[in-house]
């Protein structure tokens, strides 16, 4: 419990209606929440506006009322506290109701458009395996230590991202490592936040659905390194477009790494293949377990990170040289008599699946097919279908085009919307199967010895979301049945 007046700390007032001097108990930005004595924050969605659930808010019991717009009839025994932003007022809030987390460990961000749970969570297993207590926010999870702790964003909610900070700091974490999602830079969640550091990985297209054009998008991820300060360190891939153009305006302190340029960290790719990559990095040789040429980018960010906070090159790269990736990101199994090599990803962007596939072409050691089953999710930047479904027929000899999360959405409309981008020529490899069991079974079923099947798109996720309903869903462990039945 804290006073309204300490929580609206630095936060930008336009008006106080009211005593500003009472307990508040929570902060809360879902009027169904409430419980007596909270402070009921309203922000402008995309969907609806919370605004509307003031006297919802009130009936429950709320002490104070951030907004933006004052209600026409004010409550005696309510505080409202008008606000130019209600959105970046709950992120100032947050970090005040929880006595600023993030200033009491060593926060690092990674934002970009892939890559980001990878490198989060490399820096996080690397850290615990030099010995210090971290704590880690993704997409597959967030967790403390070894607790795990289920994640429903990449990047949570103001409130629940500092309650989360605040219990690593609570549990002794001397480092969190956290994924910026464009949404979080849009939405302010991550408003009143101190950073150690900021990552870029890339940047390609996704989520114009949400952020209208890529411009947009770009100067949203480009918003995270304008807001570090000077304390911290700006981490960009100089080898991406926009990588120098991410740091144009950051206050931090810059630095580079590259696989193609001169850079403060720079790696070369020696060898590349099933068993891992072998990398020159500075001058050093390493092994590492991770796969494909992308996560050479992945593992020479995390390099460079850890060095910039300050840890020893060669602990760091004798520690990184063991780890394995994150759950579903080029998760590779082999059929129990060793025929069919089965790959799950994440790759649920045009870039990504053509980085996978392109991994796989380099990989390859002879005539072996390359099947991919991918779709895409519903409710999601459309324009990605046709190029996602043209990325796969492109650079595999078969295609199965099937559901993701279709949610909403009707899933052959969208299998439809990826059928268009086939070229004309490529169209006899390509099949159209909506349920994603059935498409994985053809996939099995249409291997030969030695082919590979990726199944792209879903990675770690357990679920697929149907009409608002999620139904158990887990593509290695659907693989992994399908690859033993057809093996009877
Ligand atoms: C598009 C988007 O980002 N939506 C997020 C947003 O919801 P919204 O804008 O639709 O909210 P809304 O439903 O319009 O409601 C507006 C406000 O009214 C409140 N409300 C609503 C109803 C009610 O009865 N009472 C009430 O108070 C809501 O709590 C909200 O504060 O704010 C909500 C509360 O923080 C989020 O849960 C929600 O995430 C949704 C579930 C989502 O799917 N987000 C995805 C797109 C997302 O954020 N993804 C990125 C990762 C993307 C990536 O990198 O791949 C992520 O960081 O996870
Ligand atoms: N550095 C990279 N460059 C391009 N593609 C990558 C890179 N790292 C991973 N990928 C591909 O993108 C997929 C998603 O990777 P990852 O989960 O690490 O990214 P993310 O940024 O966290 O994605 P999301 O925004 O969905 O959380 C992987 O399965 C892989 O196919
Ligand atoms: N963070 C991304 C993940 C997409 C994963 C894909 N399986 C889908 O459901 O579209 C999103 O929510 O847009
Ligand atoms: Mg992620």
Same mark, same amino acid.
């Given at each position: 419990?804290?006073?309204?007046?300490?929580?609206?700390?630095?936060?930008?007032?336009?008006?106080?209606?009211?005593?500003?001097?009472?307990?508040?108990?929570?902060?809360?930005?879902?009027?169904?929440?409430?419980?007596?004595?909270?402070?009921?924050?309203?922000?402008?969605?995309?969907?609806?506006?919370?605004?509307?659930?003031?006297?919802?808010?009130?009936?429950?019991?709320?002490?104070?009322?951030?907004?933006?717009?004052?209600?026409?009839?004010?409550?005696?025994?309510?505080?409202?506290?008008?606000?130019?932003?209600?959105?970046?007022?709950?992120?100032?809030?947050?970090?005040?109701?929880?006595?600023?987390?993030?200033?009491?460990?060593?926060?690092?961000?990674?934002?970009?458009?892939?890559?980001? !749970?990878?490198?989060?969570?490399?820096?996080?297993?690397?850290?615990?395996?030099?010995?210090?207590?971290?704590?880690?926010?993704?997409?597959?999870?967030?967790?403390?230590?070894?607790?795990?702790?289920?994640?429903?964003?990449?990047?949570?909610?103001?409130?629940?991202?500092?309650?989360?900070?605040?219990?690593?700091?609570?549990?002794?974490?001397?480092?969190?490592?956290?994924?910026?999602?464009?949404?979080?830079?849009?939405?302010?969640?991550?408003?009143?936040?101190?950073?150690?550091?900021?990552?870029?990985?890339?940047?390609?297209?996704?989520?114009?659905?949400?952020?209208?054009?890529?411009?947009?998008?770009?100067?949203?991820?480009?918003?995270?390194?304008?807001?570090?300060?000077?304390?911290?360190?700006?981490?960009?891939?100089?080898?991406?477009?926009?990588?120098?153009?991410?740091?144009?305006?950051?206050?931090?302190?810059?630095?580079?790494?590259?696989?193609?340029?001169?850079?403060?960290?720079?790696?070369?790719?020696?060898?590349?293949?099933?068993?891992?990559?072998?990398?020159?990095?500075?001058?050093?040789?390493?092994?590492?377990?991770?796969?494909?040429?992308?996560?050479?980018?992945?593992?020479?960010?995390?390099?460079?990170?850890?060095?910039?906070?300050?840890?020893?090159?060669?602990?760091?790269?004798?520690?990184?040289?063991? *780890?394995?990736?994150?759950?579903?990101?080029?998760?590779?199994?082999?059929?129990?008599?060793?025929?069919?090599?089965?790959?799950?990803?994440?790759?649920?962007?045009?870039?990504? *699946?053509?980085?996978?596939?392109? !991994?796989?072409?380099?990989?390859?050691?002879?005539?072996?097919?390359?099947?991919?089953?991918?779709?895409?999710?519903?409710?999601?930047? !459309?324009?990605?279908?046709?190029?996602?479904?043209?990325?796969?027929?492109?650079?595999?000899?078969?295609?199965?085009?099937?559901?993701?999360?279709?949610?909403?959405?009707?899933?052959?409309?969208?299998?439809?919307?990826?059928?268009?981008?086939?070229?004309?020529?490529?169209?006899?490899?390509?099949?159209?199967?909506?349920?994603?069991?059935?498409?994985?079974?053809?996939?099995?079923?249409?291997?030969?010895?030695?082919?590979?099947?990726?199944?792209?798109?879903?990675?770690?996720?357990?679920?697929?979301?149907?009409?608002?309903?999620?139904?158990?869903?887990?593509?290695?462990?659907?693989?992994?049945?399908?690859?033993?039945?057809?093996?009877?």
């Amino acid at each position: 419990m804290q006073l309204l007046r300490d929580i609206l700390y630095s936060v930008s007032i336009q008006a106080v209606h009211g005593n500003n001097n009472i307990s508040v108990n929570e902060l809360r930005i879902d009027s169904r929440a409430v419980k007596s004595g909270d402070a009921f924050i309203a922000i402008k969605g995309v969907h609806t506006d919370g605004h509307t659930f003031i006297a919802k808010a009130i009936e429950l019991g709320a002490a104070a009322v951030i907004c933006e717009v004052l209600p026409e009839t004010l409550q005696e025994q309510v505080c409202y506290i008008q606000v130019a932003d209600s959105t970046h007022a709950c992120g100032v809030m947050a970090d005040n109701f929880y006595q600023h987390p993030s200033r009491n460990l060593q926060l690092v961000g990674v934002t970009g458009t892939n890559g980001k !749970t990878t490198i989060a969570t490399l820096l996080f297993k690397l850290f615990t395996k030099m010995g210090y207590h971290c704590g880690l926010l993704s997409t597959v999870q967030n967790q403390i230590g070894d607790t795990v702790i289920p994640a429903t964003h990449t990047t949570p909610d103001a409130i629940s991202l500092n309650a989360l900070l605040a219990q690593m700091v609570a549990d002794g974490c001397q480092y969190a490592f956290m994924e910026v999602s464009s949404h979080a830079v849009h939405q302010q969640r991550i408003a009143g936040l101190k950073f150690a550091g900021g990552i870029f990985s890339n940047i390609t297209h996704d989520h114009l659905d949400y952020h209208k054009t890529f411009d947009e998008y770009i100067r949203v991820k480009k918003a995270f390194f304008d807001g570090l300060p000077n304390t911290a360190f700006a981490l960009t891939n100089l080898d991406d477009k926009r990588g120098n153009v991410m740091l144009q305006n950051t206050k931090a302190r810059k630095a580079t790494y590259s696989l193609r340029t001169m850079a403060d960290f720079k790696g070369k790719i020696l060898e590349n293949n099933l068993t891992g990559l072998i990398m020159q990095v500075g001058e050093q040789e390493v092994h590492f377990r991770l796969i494909g040429e992308f996560n050479a980018y992945n593992l020479l960010a995390v390099y460079g990170a850890a060095v910039l906070l300050n840890q020893d090159k060669h602990t760091v790269l004798q520690a990184l040289s063991n *780890l394995q990736g994150a759950e579903g990101r080029f998760d590779y199994i082999l059929s129990d008599n060793q025929r069919i090599i089965g790959i799950v990803d994440y790759a649920h962007t045009p870039d990504a *699946l053509l980085n996978v596939l392109a !991994t796989i072409k380099n990989l390859r050691k002879g005539n072996e097919q390359v099947i991919t089953v991918v779709g895409c999710g519903g409710d999601r930047d !459309t324009a990605k279908r046709p190029i996602m479904a043209q990325v796969a027929a492109e650079h595999s000899d078969k295609v199965i085009l099937t559901s993701d999360n279709p949610r909403s959405e009707d899933p052959a409309a969208i299998i439809q919307a990826m059928e268009a981008g086939v070229p004309v020529h490529q169209k006899k490899k390509v099949l159209s199967i909506t349920d994603r069991k059935e498409a994985i079974k053809t996939a099995i079923s249409l291997a030969n010895p030695e082919d590979i099947v990726l199944v792209a798109g879903k990675g770690h996720e357990k679920y697929q979301d149907i009409k608002g309903v999620k139904h158990p869903f887990d593509d290695k462990a659907v693989l992994l049945e399908m690859m033993r039945m057809m093996e009877k």
